[in-house]
């Protein structure tokens, strides 16, 4: 195993996302690894709205909560001695993890999935999966509870 010194984790602000980056933080720990932290706004999903639902006050609201969800990660790195960088980046979700750990030279994505099988994974395809399928950086699922 080599040494690990950029560990890119995703997170969506959910709890289930917690046990990833826990995982990702203890190897950054033990590897003296950076933590780059990245939550997506993913506004494709709103594409269907009206534009006078207000747009903007959406986009505020996702950017708050991204913004949320890297302050967590950064709270998780720093009790354990683990410097962490924060991203908020716009788009395809799976498009902008595999962007950004090639981009910033990362050496690990470590992310949750949520082991869903079946006709679920099939409907909702997974990000985990696509990521898994299109990333030249290695990635490391976590398993987590809804």
């Not at 720093?78 to 908020?88: K, M």
């Not at 949520?114 to 398993?143: C, F, M, N, Q, Y």
Request: glycine letters at 8%; aromatic letters at 4%; a negative charge.
């Amino acid at each position: 195993m080599g040494r690990y010194e950029r560990i890119l984790v995703p997170t969506d602000g959910s709890d289930a996302t917690i046990e990833a980056v826990q995982q990702a933080v203890d190897l950054a720990a033990e590897h003296g690894a950076t933590i780059h932290a990245l939550y997506v706004v993913n506004s494709a999903s709103f594409a269907g709205l009206p534009m006078d639902s207000s747009w903007e006050n959406v986009s505020a609201m996702l950017s708050e909560e991204g913004s949320t969800a890297l302050d967590d990660v950064a709270a998780v790195a720093e009790d354990h001695g683990v410097d962490a960088e924060r991203e908020l980046a716009d788009g395809n979700p799976a498009r902008e993890i595999v962007r950004y750990a090639e981009d910033e030279d990362c050496d690990l994505v470590v992310m949750g999935t949520h082991g869903r099988g079946g006709i679920d994974r099939l409907l909702l395809g997974s990000v985990a999966e696509k990521v898994v399928r299109s990333s030249t950086v290695p990635v490391l699922t976590v398993r987590v509870d809804e």
